[in-house]
């Protein structure tokens, strides 16, 4: 699955997701018992700005030095007796992935949970060469089976699908007869992936932090899988995106607590797996073989520009958990594996403004994601940025309104005609004014009165009645 | 105490009352209030929309408009906010960088001045109803102004304030987003409307006319029976 996902224009993508009804419910029950776990465990841990401000002082730190803590992890793997590769592109990574797996001559590919390898498409490079690929992680299992269904949660990603319909799911393609019980469905998925995981000859995983002191990678996960899919097959390839790495233990620390408490309201998740390099000699299990694969894919350009501090992002989908317009929207509206507020940052800078063009305006700036990233990166700030240089640069603002806009930089940079412009206002709008209300607008009021009243104009304004009533006049 | 008001275009506008209220406020709390008539919009408009440019034509003519200013306060939480981003959107520029630390400085949300700078909680204020506070966006998350509206509500007599269910969810207005993402928007204030019904309010108060002319806008659109005032007016009301 590339990253972006190929389900039409962005309102009509809207318009198939506000009709439906279960995803809406679904994520408005997500939201808002995340909400609720998710200040229990902030309160619990206490002074929790304080540890916002040291996890952002982690990641601008690492960017920082990020050639540094790259070269240092690099060297610490190959000592390790692991391998390293840098790729530049997408293609760069699968070229590299699909020459390890012709090598082994895999058949069977175990993987567990990883956004990177979704936005460099690798599961198609690998099933192209005779690979049977199998999604490890609950969630990308029932999207995989299912035709590949596309995720619509950075954590969570078959959060738009009800037991019912993965109960179906299960039914059409693997010949599944019981309920739609979640423990009965977890089961028979369990029972399948293990006999995988037995005779996979690759395991792939993503990264959530790479330690640069130890060539070391951290894998967090709720099932589990992402230790099987690392302990067994013989060869083990990581795939990371070059930002997610820290310099020590220390720091890995601290961010998997931000982590958990900000993805999924725990303390703790139940696995949080580090590993280093293959398996050494009197180890019961692990890899023989360990690749580390990282990823710029269009990083490195945003390093250095004002959308750096996107690279702090740990994928924790804190922002989309609180986002009013995800709630109503969900993630395939986005047209992006990355959805919500991330998303809509992230998506116009890795594949351009063409296709994503209407994601910085998906967000009413009230700047939830703001206060909920355990990074601090300024969230509603930089789709201002985005919003400023599609106006700018790309020129693909509306013609109406930069009309609108150019007729704001007069209007309030001159006093007298602000003055004027407000004083016609009352007459212009009289035609539309019925019951002190304009109920159908002309010009851009038209989309207000779509659905809401619109105010008429005061007949006084404020600053007539104020001047009145400082001259003496009237006083109301 | 001199204030200069900052009126914000809205409330010039359309909702005049708001300001009334919040002059005949300031007033009895004895403050002299000042209104500098070459004051015309925060710029806020165009910021948030990616025209920097044009917005921060208008900023400057916020900060020559106000420069003489002992203490500037504004009925909205989010125009106040944007006052208080012009020495971030300003850094750097030879000419105006100290005129926005300044103007920033002294800029005050109407309740925050009330609350932290008056020191005042009950300005004698009686509404008789039960009533629930929109908490707006722009006021909580980037002003900080949390509590001082919650304290000033509580002393209005015969008031029965309820909380909003989900009162930090945004009520879909955020400024062109509200025209640009209509569809959506009026998903997000169905659900803030939603919510008010739920707890039976006679009136919806808040201190952002932005968000009121939304709620207020799809209120009475749907003909539904809440009452939407301006926290200054509540403040000022006395039956």
């Known amino acids: 699955m590339p990253m972006k996902i190929e389900n039409g224009p962005f309102w009509k993508r809207v318009g198939e997701n506000l009709d439906n009804d ?25 002074h929790w700005e304080e540890w916002r401000s040291l996890a952002e002082q982690i990641r601008k730190h690492t960017l920082e030095n990020l050639d540094y803590y790259l070269m240092q992890l690099s060297e610490n793997v190959a000592k390790r007796g692991g391998h390293v590769f840098f790729a530049r592109t997408a293609e760069e990574a699968n070229d590299y992935i699909r020459r390890i797996a012709l090598e082994k001559q ?100 993503g990264c959530n932090f790479a330690i640069a002191e130890s060539g070391s990678i951290t894998l967090v996960t709720n099932e589990g ?28 620390e601290v961010l998997v607590s931000m982590l958990t408490r900000s993805a999924v309201g725990q303390k703790l998740t139940s696995y949080i797996t580090v590993l280093t390099g293959p398996r050494d000699e009197g180890d019961a299990d692990g890899p023989e073989e360990f690749h580390l694969v990282i990823v710029d ?41 990355y959805s919500g507020p991330i998303g809509a940052v992230l998506s116009p800078l890795l594949g351009g403004y063409d296709d994503y063009k209407e994601l910085p305006y998906a967000s009413s700036l009230c700047a939830a994601c703001t206060e909920a990233c355990p990074v601090k990166i300024p969230l509603h700030e930089l789709l201002i940025k985005h919003r400023q240089i599609i106006v700018e640069r790309e020129g693909k603002a509306p013609a109406a309104e930069k009309l609108a806009m150019k007729a704001f930089r007069l209007g309030t940079a001159s006093p007298s005609l602000y003055r004027f412009g407000t004083k016609l206002a009352p007459g212009a709008f009289a035609s539309f004014v019925k019951d002190g209300r304009i109920t159908k607008g002309p010009g851009p009021l038209k989309a207000w009165t779509e659905s809401r009243e619109f105010p008429a104009p005061s007949k006084e304004r404020f600053r007539d009645w104020f001047r009145d009533r400082q001259k003496g006049g009237n006083p109301s | 105490m001199k204030v200069s008001l900052f009126v914000t275009c809205l409330i010039d506008l359309f909702y005049t009352n708001a300001g009334k209220a919040t002059v005949e406020l300031l007033e009895r709390l004895g403050c002299e209030v000042d209104f500098p008539e070459a004051q015309t919009c925060c710029g806020q408009p165009a910021y948030n929309s990616g025209y920097v440019k044009e917005a921060k034509e208008a900023m400057k003519q916020m900060m020559r408009a106000f420069a003489d200013a002992d203490y500037i306060v504004a009925p909205s939480g989010s125009c106040a906010a944007m006052l208080k981003e012009y020495p971030h959107i300003f850094q750097g520029d030879p000419e105006w960088e100290d005129k926005a630390n300044r103007l ?45 509206p919650f304290r000033l509500l509580e002393h209005v007599k015969g008031l029965e304030l309820v ?62 029976p809440i009452r939407v005032m301006h926290i200054a007016e509540v403040l000022n009301a006395r039956n």
């Open chain 1, 22 to 46: 279960f995803m809406r419910g679904a994520v408005a029950g997500m939201q808002d018992r995340g909400y609720v776990r998710r200040l229990g465990v902030i309160e619990e841990l206490g």
């Open chain 1, 106 to 205: 895999a058949k069977k590919i175990v993987k567990s949970k990883s956004m990177v390898t979704e936005e460099i498409n690798l599961n198609p490079v690998l099933e192209s060469i005779g690979c049977q690929v199998i999604e490890t992680d609950l969630g990308e299992y029932i999207l995989q089976i299912d035709d590949h269904d596309p995720p619509s949660h950075i954590v969570g990603p078959a959060l738009h699908k009800n037991k019912e319909q993965i109960r179906d799911v299960f039914r059409r393609k693997l010949g599944y007869t019981k309920s739609s019980d979640p423990v009965e469905l977890a089961r028979h998925a369990r029972e399948m992936l293990r006999r995988d995981y037995l005779t996979a000859d690759i395991g792939i995983t």
């Open chain 1, 225 to 252: 899988n992402a230790d099987l899919v690392t302990a067994l097959p013989k060869t083990q390839i990581t795939v990371m995106g070059m930002e997610r790495i820290v310099p020590t233990f220390e720091e890995m």
């Open chain 1, 297 to 337: 894919n269009g990083r490195s350009s945003i390093l250095g520009t004002e959308f750096q501090p996107v690279l702090q992002c740990i994928r924790c989908a804190a922002c989309v958990n609180v986002c009013p317009v995800y709630r109503h929207i969900g993630g395939h509206s986005y047209g992006s594996i």
């Open chain 2, 104 to 148: 920033a400085a002294k800029t005050y949300e109407l309740t925050q001045f009330l609350v932290d700078v008056l020191k005042v909680e009950d300005v004698g204020a009686s509404l008789h109803g039960r009533a629930t506070y929109h908490t707006s966006c722009h006021m909580t998350r980037l002003l900080g102004v949390k509590d001082a």
């Open chain 2, 163 to 224: 909380p909003l269910p989900n009162a930090h969810q945004c009520c879909g207005f955020g400024g062109t987003f509200s025209v640009k993402m209509g569809p959506i928007s009026e998903q997000m204030v169905d659900e803030k409307i939603e919510h008010i019904e739920e707890v039976e309010a006679d009136y919806l108060i808040g201190a952002d006319c932005g968000c009121l002319m939304n709620i207020g806008g799809r209120i009475g659109r749907l003909g539904k």
